[in-house]
C-alpha cells in the first residue's frame, strides 16, 4: 500500500455514450423514461435533447476506479451529486471525461479517490468519491 501516495493520478479515461448506449441500459435497468430515448418529448419538457440515465453516467464514471484498481469488488463505498445532466444529441452522442485522484490514503489501508466527471469542459458529476480496497501490487499505474 506504501506505492500508492495522497495525489497520486489515475489515468483518465473519455466514454463514448451514444444513444444505443441508452437503449441498452433502459433495457438492463427497466429505466424507460422517455427522456432517456425520446427527443421530441425531452425537448418538450425543457431539455435541449435526450440525456442520459443518471446511474448510467455514475457508472461509467466508477470504471476509471475499478480499472485502477484491479476489482469491481474493491470499490466499498461510492457517491457522486448530480450537477447536468449529460445531453446525448444524435447522431454524435457525448463523451464523459473521467479523471481521478489518490485523496486519501487511510490508517486501515482504504484509499480514497476523488473523481472530475465533465462533458464538453462542464462538471456533470461532482463530489465524485470512492472509497477503494486496493491491492498492494496496484496505483502505479
Known amino acids: 500500500m506504501s506505492s500508492i501516495a495522497v495525489g497520486a493520478e489515475l489515468p483518465a479515461q473519455d466514454f463514448p455514450i451514444a444513444r444505443g448506449d441508452l437503449v441498452r441500459y433502459a433495457g438492463a435497468s427497466l429505466d424507460f423514461n422517455p427522456l432517456h430515448w425520446n427527443e421530441h ?68 489501508g482504504l484509499v480514497e479517490v476523488d473523481l472530475t466527471c465533465t462533458v464538453e469542459g462542464q462538471t456533470v458529476l461532482a463530489r465524485a468519491r470512492a472509497v477503494v480496497r486496493v491491492p498492494a501490487t496496484s496505483g502505479s499505474a
Open 41 to 108: 418529448f425531452a425537448k418538450s419538457v425543457g431539455l435541449p435533447d435526450v440525456i442520459a440515465h443518471g446511474m448510467f453516467t455514475m457508472a461509467s464514471a466508477i470504471r476509471v476506479v475499478t480499472d485502477w484498481a484491479g476489482d469491481p469488488g474493491a470499490v466499498v463505498e461510492y457517491s457522486v451529486r448530480f450537477t447536468r445532466p449529460v445531453v446525448v444529441p444524435d447522431p454524435d452522442g457525448a463523451t464523459l471525461h473521467v479523471a481521478g485522484s489518490v485523496r486519501a490514503v487511510r490508517d486501515d
